[in-house]
C-alpha cells in the first residue's frame, strides 16, 4: 500500500503548503492547516459533481468509499468517512459563525479557525 500513497496527489497547492509551512505557527498547527485545506479541497471537488452544494453525507460516504477502492482497503472507508465529516462539521459551523458558505472559506479563514481552536 506504501506505492500507492508515495503516487498521492494532494488538491492542494503547492503555494498554499508553502504559505502554511512559513507561518509561524507548531508544528501540528501547520498539519491541522494542511488537513483542513486538503478536505476543502475536495469537498470543492466532490461539489463540482454535486450542482454545487456542499457535500452531504451521503455525497461524502460515496466519495470514501471510492477512494477506499482505490487503496483496495473497504475498511478504509468507515475512517476516512469519519474524519471527513468531522471537517465538514467544523467548516460548515465555523462557515455560519463567519456568515460564509463553507465551501468559500480561505486560508485565512482556516488560519483563523486554527488559532481559535488551540
Known amino acids: 500500500m ?5 503516487s498521492f496527489m494532494s488538491p ?3 503555494e498554499v503548503v508553502d504559505q502554511i509551512e ?3 505557527l507548531s508544528t501540528l498547527q501547520k498539519l491541522h492547516l494542511k488537513l483542513l485545506s486538503h478536505c476543502l479541497e475536495v469537498f470543492k471537488d466532490i461539489s ?5 452544494e456542499f457535500p452531504n453525507e451521503i455525497l461524502l ?3 470514501c468509499e471510492n477512494e477506499a477502492k482505490k487503496l483496495k482497503d ?3 472507508s468507515l475512517l476516512l468517512f469519519e474524519q471527513m ?3 465538514a462539521i ?3 459551523n465555523y462557515g455560519e459563525k463567519t456568515g460564509k458558505y463553507p465551501l468559500d472559506l480561505n486560508l485565512d479563514d482556516l488560519i483563523t479557525l486554527t488559532s481559535l481552536e488551540n
Open 61 to 63: 460516504k460515496n466519495w
Open 90 to 92: 467544523k467548516l460548515k
Open 12 to 14: 492542494v497547492k503547492k
Open 22 to 24: 512559513r507561518l509561524d
Open 85 to 87: 465529516n468531522s471537517a
Open 2 to 6: 506504501s506505492e500507492q500513497f508515495n
Open 74 to 76: 473497504d475498511s478504509f
Open 48 to 52: 463540482i459533481k454535486a450542482d454545487k
